[in-house]
């Protein structure tokens, strides 16, 4: 009769911890499915931004490099060489001198490839940015 009454227990027990796990795996199940249009959405969300980033940055480096010109020893006479890949400067080399100083300028492919990894400057660590392209356009215009 004991044994009987344990293997009753016993029974009594596992169906109930079925029924509980059930149960819980239930709601695990509609609140995942019910919260996966808000992560889907919040992951769009995350790479708009990162889009947007994206064509900023890229405005901001073709501006920078449409401020590129033809080497001239006579105009850039501070350095001889890039400071990114240190080859000498030749004559037909185009330059492109960053805003935060005219003295602070490189090879075009160099410092667009620079500007690809850090938008600051090689040798001060300025940022580059559009109101230091403008500040530099109205000293250049003085």
């Not at 009594?12 to 795996?25: D, N, Q, T, W």
């Not at 400067?89 to 003295?103: A, K």
Request: charged content about 20%.
């Amino acid at each position: 009769m004991v044994a009987n009454y344990w293997s009753m227990l016993n029974f009594e027990l596992v169906v109930i911890f079925g029924i509980f796990s059930a149960v819980i795996v239930s709601l695990l199940t509609i609140f995942g499915i019910g919260y996966l249009p808000v992560f889907v959405y919040r992951r769009w969300r995350a790479r708009q931004g990162t889009n947007e980033s994206l064509r900023a940055a890229n405005e901001l480096l073709q501006t920078v490099l449409s401020l590129s010109t033809k080497w001239d020893a006579r105009k850039f006479k501070q350095l001889s060489h890039c400071p990114i890949c240190l080859e000498t400067y030749e004559e037909e080399d185009f330059v492109t001198s960053l805003p935060c100083d005219i003295r602070h300028y490189f090879h075009t492919e160099c410092i667009e490839d620079w500007l690809e990894l850090s938008m600051n400057c090689p040798i001060c660590k300025v940022p580059v940015t559009h109101e230091t392209i403008n500040q530099a356009n109205q000293q250049f215009e003085k």
